[in-house]
């Protein structure tokens, strides 16, 4: 997992190409012309998602991880907390929709450590990260994240 800021002066030629190219995106790209959906960049190798959406209380989150995808989260509007842990593999699974969506989601995690995300923040969750998006920081509120999904063997094409 990472997580940064776009605001950051950490040397973006330490990621790997794939992810200094989702920060380079953020920079540069004004998320007020898109609605709510998602947008291919590169087919289904890399492609992001707008989300307007309302924070939750942490109980009402469920944790999650993805298999096929690195997830680069970016808190365009907002604030929230997300939840991370790494996949320890004994986790009991609440939803398994890794063929449909390549989602996978946990009854619960132990511990669990979360991040306070603002605005001009990112995450970056691989495979073994799961993570807990949309919970409330502070009370509920609308936020506007962008998801931007990595193919996890884009990492190889260094």
């Known amino acids: 997992m990472i ?16 992810i200094k ?13 898109f609605s709510d959906g998602e ?20 109980e009402q989150c469920k944790p999650e991880v993805h298999r096929k995808y ?14 991370v842990v790494s996949d320890t593999g004994d986790n009991i699974v609440d939803e398994n929709l ?16 979360f991040i306070n995300m603002k605005e001009g923040d990112f995450c970056v969750f691989f495979p073994s990260d799961v993570h807990r998006p949309g919970c409330e920081r502070e009370g509920q509120s609308m936020i506007r994240k962008i998801v931007y999904k ?9």
């Open 39 to 58: 947008y291919e960049i590169s087919g289904r190798d890399v492609f992001f998602q707008v989300r307007d959406i309302m924070t939750k209380p942490i």
């Open 98 to 113: 890794l063929e449909e969506r390549d989602l996978l989601f946990y009854k619960d995690v132990k511990y669990e450590t």
């Open 150 to 158: 990595i193919r996890v063997d884009l990492l190889d094409r260094v």
């Open 3 to 18: 997580y940064s800021s776009i605001k950051s002066t950490f040397k973006l030629r330490n990621y790997p190409t794939v």
């Open 21 to 33: 190219d989702a920060v380079e995106f953020f920079k540069k790209t004004n998320f007020e012309q």
């Open 70 to 83: 690195i997830d680069v989260q970016f808190l365009h509007r907002g604030k929230e907390h997300i939840g």
